[in-house]
């Protein structure tokens, strides 16, 4: 998946989510030449009320024929613009992505429909030539340093600081702040800095045309509803996430977002069900069967779960879910090699991350020999210690902390941990007591035999934001 989508991936959430269905005949009662000169005044805002975009693409294709002096490029351009973000709205990026080159081809200094162009070209054919080349052409454009930071192949600290320049670049220029700061938004996020991404998209949104200058408001009230997500707020999530699924056509990061946001509220038959109906949208997607595996362990049916995932081609979620399954049902062995390979495939995927530290204790190997004990080896226990970041205070590395340090019978540290993880958003109801069994035990400083279900927690799937 490339970087994301800015001042376009047209697709979805553009200009007629803004509009109610049904209001066709509002603009039928109106004539072309008067919906053109709409359209031509301002070819970046609202376009006429209740032209909805099969009547714009077939408005456009009656019209444009006609406009054949060389005086009316400016038009046919703005037209073509228009175009292609109804084009966008339907889905159909090959057709936007004509018409944005027909629109440069009318008019070259229709520098919106260039970086726009660019921007859909990176974003759909992997064409990040196009980005750089944008904004090599227009380097004080903000929006072309927008684009650029969004599909720069660099790590997300060098994009980040293109974001940010491309923000003082763009000033008070409204529609230039607008797409910087969704932009700087996104990318916040990808880098885990949640808190700042949503302050530059409440600013992206505090402008007062947002979707009309291409920002994608279907995906980025998705994204939003994720950070919610990964900041613990499942209620906000869940008002983003339904947002970004009232507009068309909505990305399957919302119903992933929505399970994953029940499946935290710790609601597994609701998120049963939701897995369900994601894999008769999505049948081809294989994160279906580990968001059904998922559900099933978390609710106890762990021979379903592995049954599920049996004929999947592995990969990190499948291993992870894989070894969940079987560590919740006592085999702690099969977990470990799950787990190893996951890790194997993404060193830094946080779940198995934190399952590792727990279960390796467990499965220290005696030397000499290839048997896995139950000894604990306090210097493997601080060494995967140091792994449950970078959030050391949320649930599922709280949790994973607490039961290492209790394994070592660091019960002071236990007990910091359990408070942690009590504190924590992100942990369901459904765990609060064991995690206040297990704080009031590790105070005093004695053992505590956490139940397996807070297993659940140290297992608590990522949120994929693509």
């Known amino acids: 998946m490339c970087h994301g989508r800015l001042y376009a991936h047209l697709l979805c959430g553009c200009l007629f989510v803004l509009m109610p269905a049904g209001l066709s005949a509002v603009a039928g009662e109106r004539s072309d030449d008067d919906l053109v000169a709409a359209i031509v005044e301002d070819p970046a805002g609202p376009l006429p009320r209740g032209l909805q975009p099969d009547l714009l693409i077939g408005m456009c294709e009656r019209v444009i024929p006609k406009l054949i002096s060389p005086a009316d490029g400016r038009k046919v351009s703005a037209l073509r613009f228009a175009q292609a973000r109804a084009y966008g709205t339907t889905g159909n990026d090959d057709k936007a992505l004509e018409a944005l080159k027909r629109a440069v081809e009318a008019d070259p200094a ?47 600290e060098a994009r980040a600081k293109l974001a940010e320049q491309a923000v003082r670049l763009a000033g008070a220029d409204p529609e230039a702040a607008a797409i910087a700061a969704e932009c700087k938004g996104e990318i916040d996020a990808s880098a885990g800095r949640y808190r700042d991404a949503l302050a530059a998209w409440d600013r992206a949104l505090a402008n007062p045309e947002p979707a009309a200058w291409g ?16 900041l613990g707020d499942t209620d906000q999530a869940l008002a983003d996430l339904g947002l970004a699924g009232k507009l068309r056509a909505p990305d399957r990061a919302v119903p992933r977002g929505v399970w994953l946001a029940h499946v935290r509220a710790g609601k597994f038959r609701v998120a049963l069900g939701l897995a369900d109906a994601y894999q008769t949208t999505y049948p081809d997607d294989p994160y279906g069967k580990v968001m059904r595996a998922a559900s099933l362990t ?15 081609e592995p990969d990190v979620h499948t291993d992870t879910e894989l070894a969940a399954a079987h560590h919740l049902k006592g085999d702690v062995v099969t977990a470990g090699k799950f787990l190893d390979a996951a890790l194997e495939k993404d060193s830094t995927h946080l779940p198995a991350v934190f399952a590792k530290a727990v279960l390796l204790p467990i499965l220290t190997v005696a030397p000499g020999g290839v048997e896995p004990t139950q000894s604990y080896n306090k210097e493997v226990v601080a ?54 069994k297990a704080l009031a035990a590790y105070k005093a400083g004695r053992p505590y035999a956490a139940p397996p279900e807070l297993l659940r927690v140290v297992y608590q799937p990522a949120v994929l934001f693509n």
């Open 110 to 156: 229709n520098i919106r429909a260039k970086i726009l162009h660019a921007d859909l070209l990176s974003y759909c054919r992997k064409e990040y030539s196009a980005a750089h080349r944008v904004w090599e052409d227009y380097p004080t454009d903000a929006r072309a340093l927008a684009v650029w930071a969004r599909h720069s192949p660099d790590g997300l």
């Open 215 to 230: 920002i994608n408001l279907t995906q980025l009230y998705t994204r939003r509803g994720l950070v919610h997500l990964e």
């Open 298 to 312: 978390r609710l106890g049916r762990y021979a379903e779960a592995i049954q599920e995932l049996d004929d999947c």
């Open 383 to 436: 060494t995967f210690a140091k792994l449950v970041g970078p959030d050391p205070k949320s649930a599922p590395a709280a949790v994973a902390q607490m039961l290492v340090h209790a394994a070592a019978k660091d019960y002071p540290k236990a007990a910091e941990a359990a408070g942690d993880a009590l504190a924590s958003r992100r942990v369901a109801p459904c765990y609060r007591d064991p995690l206040l």
